[in-house]
């Protein structure tokens, strides 16, 4: 399921005067950092160059909201939802059902067993430990009735989760007994689990996968030509999760768009936005906005040799920088 790509980025949602007049705002706005608590205060309030940076900002700013507006359709993945974000209205739907998430927590529970001993692993373990070993072997007990008897797993699925469960609640019988666990038995205990857990991942990518393609379908044939063709996505993802991310993996496939968003050019991976660690959808679509200016700035400013993901900064710096050599602060060396 691919689409095509747009052929202009910033002119298919600005009017040319507007494009002609806001050029020399384009590139910096989504660069340049936030002011922050305890940085120094301007020398003056007579300094000049505050207020002329602010006017800057505003204007960026001003224009990034002309652009969005412009701007549809646009889908917002944000944790277990997506929105479409169409002609002034918002739809919702699930990006991972139930499946998905029984089928991972069940994979959890020897990762939460590895993170609860390993620190006190070859040791008695404190009384704190015991305590949560103890909470904690409760709540898996209580998993284990509802994975015998409900949830939407397969038979083969319920079988695997009850394997997880039962040599996890040996486990965590057998510590508890001697009061501590040696490193050896604790990554003992995690490697023989590993064939189901990876097992329950797979199963719940798939799960996931089917999630979004039923509601891609859903609205993909809601959505005319012309807007599939016009179709943005930012995907809202953690730092961990960041490398290949199962829901931009998905709609890089959808969208016929590199993975990798240092190739191709850069109105075709601005239709694709992976906005790392953003709090919220206003911040997604601000950094959608971002992307949509700055496409058209790149080649203004810095020629068409300079990717959108690079930072304006790097060839400078290493032109400095790579002079110098090596530091070694171990032997408390400056910089040179």
Known sequence: MQMNKPRNGLRAVLPRALREGARALLLWGALLPSATAGEPSPPSSQDPFPPLNL????????????????????????????????DGQRTTAVAAGQLYHDLKTVAHIPLALYALLLPEADHDLGVA????????????????????????????????????????????????????????????FAHRQSEDVVANTDEAARSQIDTLDAAMSAWLQDLSPEERAALRVVVRVTHMARTGNIVHQYFASVLGVPLDDRLGDDEVCARLVRAESVADEHEALNLLGSH???????????GDDLPLHRDILADPATRILEPRGSASVERGEPPQ
């Open 129 to 188: 430990t015991r305590s949560r070993l103890l909470e904690y072997r409760a709540l898996v007990l209580r998993a284990r009735d509802s994975s015998a008897s409900g949830r939407l797993f397969s038979e083969v699925q319920r079988q695997r989760q009850l394997r997880l469960i039962d040599r996890s609640q040996a486990f965590m019988q057998q510590v508890s007994t001697a009061g501590r666990v040696s490193t050896a038995q604790l990554r003992g």
């Open 55 to 86: 006017a800057f900002r505003e204007a960026y700013a001003d224009l990034r909201a002309d652009v969005l507006a412009r701007t549809t359709p646009v889908i917002i993945y944000s944790g277990d939802s997506l929105a479409l974000l169409r």
């Open 292 to 302: 949509l200016i700055d496409v058209d700035a790149i080649g203004l400013f810095f």
